[in-house]
């Protein structure tokens, strides 16, 4: 670690990896929900398990953006952090206000949440991703705000490399595409217009930003390749991000009261958007291809290299199979949607978190790389949660495939409750499968411990041991 | 990539490619506000008339009650139980009956399935919900869900 002020970055991983795990846990609450009617019932209802288990993920990942942010941020720009302090005080802020937030779902009813939140005043809970209290939402405001301030007073005195001002565009997009969360009118149809100027401009558009600088930075200090050879695929995958994606916002516009002719807008662009995560896997692999070392952090790269395919197997692949409106107008809504998102969110954010996370904390507790047994570990964990990703994916694209085919495309359509019976066998499958991705959660969090408890790995001992010397890292070469 | 393609080019296209965009984002967004009064029944909303109130109450009581952590809404939302934006047209053009099923509700669930809960909604409140409903199904969507199970 260069400058001291990028340790903050360790409390909001540490912080981030918790809510990681509550999310899982809800998900596997919900999971059984789905073949368990009454699961938990009335106790934790369907939905309030789902908010847990969606603001879960959306917080943990801002929390990584954050952290990543803090960082990466000095080390490109060379300096220290414009105020360290008020970074930690956000982030107990944050912390708190998330956890706040998680108790008022788990024990008040969300309607009581709402009025004592005074929701009427200015009414923004009640939306899909967007059910947190108004007050909460403030809150997130102001720390991003004071986040940006923090980021941007430091990239702009120090240093300024692409990766940075990269990042410094995706968070400040970020930060302003999040405002529309506090539009809300009565027309259902602008309200789900501008709600989309939230969600997919996150995700398919500025959140790409943050995902590309983070990878372009972890290949950098990985493998050591020249810093113009990243920048420029860099400029090349976020120009094609937003190229395709700000228009690409349209394949939400066929079907909510939106002109006919965005199913041809929407299509188009859409079509297009697996491009950049294409050349966001090529780049990555090509990268590590060229290497000039072999960082001992094998974790990290491979947490690189796997978000790389997976994004676009999930974001890209996935995305595409029902982003064409002929084929969305039979899909919409349905487990093909809950498929793509599933893989999509872990290939494209989680697992670039996951790298940056994995590259950073063992240089923030002094070591180069974690230690060898500690990387295995990290590497099953890989390995467990991905493969577990992509059956999930697959049984749910299974599930999503058969409930099109009885509900919607056959001559005899049958009532929603009574397909979910017929297909209830992928959701069992999907949820043995989540306890899986489990397990590998269990030892990746496991591996953090194991890594504090043994010396870790070095360059030196790698660069021994690929010279046949055989040193302690022999295994790894 | 060749040397003929320099970083300062790629830089360009992102710049001048999101710039432009992001224009026509807008542009189209300008065009699809001027072509939704004919599509989004917002003759409907006037909050002077009775009928503008009761849904923009009922819309409140669908956000306060978190009906879309189940249910999706025009094909958004969640998948755990069943699409509402033609629930009016799949209840038979009826508020009655979306009333009736709200209201019938058991508390305490059903052994082994899903089951909505009760939410033990006043008759007006009731009332609001399915104009709420009936206003969503009356919306342009371009002929989707394909049929009436949603």
Not at chain 1, 273 to 289: Q, R
Not at chain 1, 298 to 321: E, Y
Not at chain 2, 10 to 15: K, L, S
Request: charged share 15%; with cysteine.
């Amino acid at each position: 670690m260069k400058y001291p002020s990028q340790g903050v970055a360790r409390l909001y991983f540490i912080a981030a990896i918790g809510l990681f795990a509550a999310q899982i846990l809800f998900g596997l609450i919900m999971g059984l929900q789905y073949v368990i009617g009454d699961f938990l019932f009335p106790a934790i209802p369907f939905n309030v398990a789902r908010m847990v288990h969606t603001n879960a993920l959306i917080v943990w990942l801002l929390m990584g953006f954050m952290g990543a942010a803090y960082y990466l941020v000095p080390e490109e720009a060379e300096r220290d952090l414009i105020a360290p302090w008020l970074a930690k005080l956000m982030f107990w802020i944050f912390l708190v206000a998330a956890a706040l937030t998680v108790i008022g779902y788990l024990f008040v009813p969300y309607s009581g949440l709402a009025k004592m939140t005074g929701n009427e005043l200015l009414p923004t809970m009640g939306r899909e991703f967007l059910e947190q209290p108004t007050i909460t939402k403030i809150g997130i405001v102001i720390v991003a705000l004071a986040f940006l301030f923090n980021i941007g007073g430091t990239i702009l005195t120090g240093r300024k490399t692409v990766v940075n001002l990269v990042l410094l565009i995706g968070l400040v997009g970020l930060a302003v595409f999040f405002l529309f969360a506090f539009y809300n009118p009565t027309n259902l149809v602008l309200d789900k217009y501008y709600w989309w100027w939230v969600v997919h401009l996150w995700v398919e558009g500025v959140w790409e930003l943050i995902l590309g600088s983070i990878l372009a930075f972890v290949l950098i200090k990985t493998t050591g390749v020249d810093r113009e050879v990243v920048e420029k695929w860099l400029y090349v995958i976020i120009a094609m991000t937003l190229i395709t994606g700000i228009i690409g916002t349209g394949h939400h516009y066929y079907w909510i009261g939106t002109p006919e002719y965005w199913q041809w807008w929407g299509s188009i662009f859409s079509a297009m958007e697996p491009i950049p995560f294409f050349m966001m896997t090529v780049f990555a692999f090509n990268m590590v291809n060229r290497r000039r070392r072999n960082h001992p952090n094998k974790a990290a790269m491979l947490w690189a290299l796997g978000t790389a395919v997976m994004a676009f197997l999930g974001a890209g692949v996935w995305g595409f199979l029902h982003t064409l409106s002929p084929v969305n107008f039979y899909t919409h809504g349905t487990q093909i949607t809950a498929a793509h998102g599933h893989m999509a969110f872990y290939g494209a954010y989680v697992m670039i978190v996951l790298a940056i996370i994995s590259y950073a904390m063992p240089i923030m507790s002094g070591r180069e790389a974690n230690s060898q047994r500690s990387q295995v570990l990290e590497m099953w964990s890989f390995w467990l949660m991905t493969v577990s990703m992509v059956f999930i994916t697959l049984f749910l694209t299974a599930a999503g495939i058969l409930q099109v085919y009885l509900q919607r495309f056959s001559d005899t359509p049958m009532q929603f409750m009574l397909v979910q019976d017929k297909i209830a066998i992928f959701y069992w499958l999907r949820e043995l499968t989540g306890l899986v991705f489990l397990i590998g959660l269990v030892l990746y969090i496991w591996s953090f411990f194991v890594a504090n408890k043994e010396p870790g790995l070095t360059s030196a001992a790698v660069d021994q041991a690929l010279k046949g010397n055989a040193g302690p890292a022999g295994a790894i070469a | 990539m060749a040397q003929t393609f320099t970083k300062t080019m790629a830089r360009n296209i992102f710049y001048g490619g999101s710039v432009f965009f992001f224009l026509l984002f807008l542009a189209l967004t300008f065009d699809t506000s001027m072509a939704l009064p004919d599509r989004d029944r917002r003759e409907l909303l006037d909050p002077t008339t009775e009928r503008g109130q009761q849904i923009a109450h009922g819309k409140a009581l669908w956000e306060e009650n978190n009906c879309i952590g189940c249910h999706s809404l025009l094909g958004e939302g969640a998948y755990f139980a069943p699409e509402l934006g033609n629930v009016y047209v799949r209840f038979g053009n009826n508020t009655e009956a979306i009333k009736a099923f709200i209201q019938s509700r058991p508390a305490e669930g059903i052994p082994g399935r899903r089951s909505m809960p009760q939410f033990n909604f006043a008759p007006e409140e009731l009332e609001a919900i399915a104009q709420f409903l009936k206003y969503a199904s009356e919306i342009n969507t371009a002929g989707w869900p394909p049929n009436k199970q949603g």
